[in-house]
Each structure stands twice: as C-alpha cells, then as structure tokens.
C-alpha cells in the first residue's frame, strides 16, 4: 500500500480467492482479490501478484460502491497518462500491467482509494498445462508468491505512473480460498494430488472433479500444485476445441514425442554425444536458506553422472561469470578435470554479488557446440532474476543448437 508523501505501507489486501477450471492441458483461472483501505486519506495500492510466462489474461474487472468497471485495453503509454490524470483529479483508477522485464508478474494499481472503502479486483486468465513423467501427468500450477528480484539496473519495484516506490511484502495477513474444477477427460483421470497443500476431492459430478485446500485458512507462503495422474499414457496428439458464444473455434494440440522419436528426427544415434555445461548462481542470495550448499550437493552428483566420452564446463555467475575450463566452450570428461570440477564445487560460495544471468547465457551463445555434440545447458539458481525477458528471449534464440533446463 503506498499513501502520497508518507513511508510505504503493507498492502490493504483483505481476502484472496482463487477459482479454476483445468480442460485436458489447458487452464482457465479467475483471481479475486478484496482490497480495504483502512487509512484517513486516499491511498495508491499496488499489488504485484505472479502467474505463469504462458498465461494470457483477458478480463479484469474492478468493483467499488456497487459500480464495476470494466478494463479496456489500451497501448501502455496512453494507459498510464490516463491513470495519472485520474489520480491528479481525485478518482478512482485502475491499471494492470505486466512487468516489461519479468512476463511472470502483474502489478495492479487501484489509484485514490477512499477511506473505509473496499475496492474487488477480478483478473481471469488462461494458461497450458505442463505433461510431465513421461506424458502421464499433468500439472498445474498457481503461483502465490513473489521472491525478491534482483534487477542489474534498478534496485526496488517503482510505479512509474505515481512517482512512488514499492517493496515486495512476503509476510501477509491474509488467506487464499481455492477451488478447481477438473475435466474427467474421459475417464483417464486415475488420481489427483498436490505436493504442496493438503486438499479435498469431491467425485461426485458426472463431468468433472471438484478440488478444494483441506485447510480452513491458507496463508499465501507457497505455490499451489495440483498433479492430475493419468490412466494410461496419453497418446502424441491431443485435439481440445472450444466455442464461444459467437461460434469462434480455439484450437490446441499437444504433442508428447517419445527418446525414440527425436533421434529419428535428429537423425543421431547412440554414438551422439553431448557436452554438459553447468551455469549455478553465485550471487549473495544464494546463502539464505543454505542454497549454496545443496547447489555444492546437486552439482557433486551431477558430475559423478556424466557418461562416458562427454564433455563438459561449470560456469559460476552472479555479478560476474567464471568459466572452470576458459579456453574452450568444454572440455573432455576424464580424470584431471574431473579432478578440477571437483575441487571448484568444493570451494563454491555465495560470494559473487547480484543475479545476472544474462551475460554467461551470451557467452556461451557465441561458442558454437563441439562438432558432433548436443550441448545441455543446466540452470541451478534461486530465480531472483527482473529481467527474465530478456533471458528467455536469448535461450529461445539458443534453442537450435541447445537444450536448457
């Protein structure tokens, strides 16, 4: 919450409230958030709240006082001098907008809220599904939590609308209502499961599933997953078709291709062989929580891993990036690297600044991959990147000659 020519405020969020329908491997999700201003002047509220890159919104609402406003989409410039020039003139405003530098984040600014007033936001958007373990699972994903991003240029987030500054609030009084509707998909849906909440699940309705959190009051400390584990193992292509009220057809296909498949259309066999490369965060967030120490852990396994005649490098990054092995993209898999791998995991540490992610990504974009190798780029990070844009551009542009997990 941020109240003109005063110190940044929590946010006024009073009560969260989250509604799916999950249709074979898309989602349709509408968010409700009840705003209260409990101030003696007006306020400005901003609320940063995180989705998924794929998701696409389109509805967002705004009720107060009984009347409900209905968002309108406008270029981003002509959005924001309007919202200014309410602001200015004392009415209520309201613009979403999504982060330039992170697509996973929305911010939504409820300008000149009254006081004692309660303002409802309503932002429904829609998002693909991930298969997982093989095309037998889908997930699905809803994202409660923002972790501090470190962005290269700037150091806080700052409405550019308003003249003011807002912090990410994590520890929040406030509770998340939850409730899924899930697709029987033909009788294909062997289980339901979420690794992060306990949850209840009504079989009752012919049609679909009903989902909802086992806990009376949920606090908004986590992501929501629900795992949706499938019979039998879905075949490589998957139709879903949708019409709309003025008879305008959606279309999408999922294609599920097997290791088998891929060689044929690689046109590589088992004689292919891959070169590794290792990109860890070492930037000072990674001592919270001993992140550092289970990243030393997952690359100590990851090099005992590595198959036979590949090849490989670590590159550790943060402010900066050192490459283990600099005069070339990577070297042969044999004992004296390994030797050397071994020692600079052993000595890694949270020591090398900010989180930029973008310049090791460049550098290894401009060595080309070992004649006769498939390069395999591994990320370890926390994720508190701002400018997450800009890398995912740069790894699509990588994608021809690279796979990045």
Known sequence: ?????????????????????????????????????????????????????????????????????????????????????????????????????????????????????????????????????????????????????????????????????????????????????????????????????????????NDYYEVSLGQQSTHLDRDIILEIQLSETRTNTILAVEKNQNGQLAIMTSFTPNEADCKKVSGTGDSYTNEFVFVVDCSGSMRDENKIGLARQAMLLFLKSLPVNCRFNIIRFGSTYRTLFENEATAIYNEKNVNEAQQLIKDMNADLGGTELLSPLQQLHSKTPTLGCSRQIFLLTDGEISNVTAVMDLCRSMSTSSRIF
Do not use: W
Not at 171 to 192: A, G, H, M, R, W
């Open 1 to 205: 919450m941020i109240t003109e020519n005063q110190p940044t405020k929590h946010i006024p969020l009073k009560q969260v409230r989250v509604q799916a329908k999950i249709h074979s491997f898309a989602a349709d999700v509408t968010i409700t958030q009840l705003f209260q201003n409990n101030e003696q002047t007006s306020i400005e509220a901003v609320y940063c709240f995180p989705i998924e890159e794929n998701a696409a919104v389109y509805s967002f609402t705004a009720k107060i006082d009984e009347r409900e406003i209905i968002a309108q989409l406008k270029e981003k410039k002509e959005a924001q001098r309007e919202y200014s020039e309410a602001l200015q003139q004392g009415h209520g405003a309201y613009l979403l907008e999504q982060d330039e530098k992170s697509q996973d984040c929305f911010v939504i600014n409820v300008g000149a809220l009254p006081p004692g007033k309660e303002c409802e936001i309503r932002i429904s958007y829609v998002t693909e599904l991930d298969l997982v373990s093989g095309g037998n699972k889908i997930r699905f994903v809803i994202p409660t939590t923002i972790a501090p991003r470190y962005n290269p240029n700037e150091g806080a987030i700052s409405s550019t609308v308003a003249g003011t500054t807002s912090q990410y609030v994590q520890q929040t009084p406030y509770t998340l209502e939850f409730e899924c509707k899930i697709d029987k998909l033909n009788q294909l849906v062997s289980q339901i499961a979420s690794p992060s909440h306990p949850i209840n699940v009504n079989l009752g309705n």
